[in-house]
């Protein structure tokens, strides 16, 4: 643990007027669901998520997309970790005015934060692509678990998740997380490579940056304060700085 590292992060929360956190899949690696980019445990060290997570692939691809979907997402009962956790303590304590997401995992809401922005959807619904109607994944997962491929009981159209996939629109919680980010004068990083556009953008805003990040980032030498580290241990340690807590 860098203790120097952590009372630079510490301060910068302490100097800020409006501090957000923007989180990517790392941050719940430690709830067990499997990020990107990480080595060996990362979806890419096996299959091109683009391949299997795009719009293309639903709409060509259905049976392949959704068993996939569901193996990887919806399935799994993960719960908070100890980084979302800390989290929630920041933004109680005053020093986080929102979280904004990459996350699909519900797990910032799970934990108890209350400004949460979704920036690529979530995974409590699923949509019907011919009428619109929406309803729960549960229900969805559970047809692809019997082997059936989800479809509309009103229309009989195709069924997509309520989350942004390769090739897709950003729905309008970018739009509010890009202002919130804008108004912003630190961006907390946690747990993502900072490689996938447009939501990468958000770090930078005109805002100062701390990146908490196990791997190092793109974005590391424009930072300024970079923790290589555990999301759980790091961000664990920084609510003990700030509130004095376990100390
Ligand atoms: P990414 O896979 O590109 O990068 C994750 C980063 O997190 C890596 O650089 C890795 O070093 C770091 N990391 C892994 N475990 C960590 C830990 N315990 N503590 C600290 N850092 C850790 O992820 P991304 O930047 O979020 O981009 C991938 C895209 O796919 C995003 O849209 C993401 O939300 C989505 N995705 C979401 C989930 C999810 O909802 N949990 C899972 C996989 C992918």
Known sequence: MNDEAIGRLAELLREARNAVALTGAGISTESGIPDFRSPQTGLYATI???????????????????????????????????????????????????????????????????????VHGHLRTVHCTGC??????????????????????????????????????MPPAFQDAFEAAQSADLVLVVGSSLSVSPANMLAFQRNRLAIVNRDPTVADGAADVVIHGSAGETLTALVEELTGAGT
């Open 132 to 169: 619109g109607r929406t309803w729960p994944m549960e229900d969805a997962s559970g047809q692809v678990q019997a082997g059936e491929l989800p479809t509309c009981g009103e229309c009989g159209a195709g069924v997509r998740p309520d989350v942004v996939l390769f090739g897709d629109q």
């Open 48 to 118: 091109d998520p683009m391949e299997y997570l795009s719009v293309d692939a639903l709409n060509s691809r259905p049976e392949q997309f959704w068993k996939y979907f569901v193996e990887v997402f919806a399935l799994p009962k993960a719960e908070p970790n100890a980084g979302h956790l800390a989290l929630v303590r920041l933004e109680e304590q005053g020093y986080l005015s929102a979280i904004i997401t990459q996350n699909i995992d519900g797990l910032h809401h799970k934990a108890g934060s209350q400004r949460v922005f979704e």
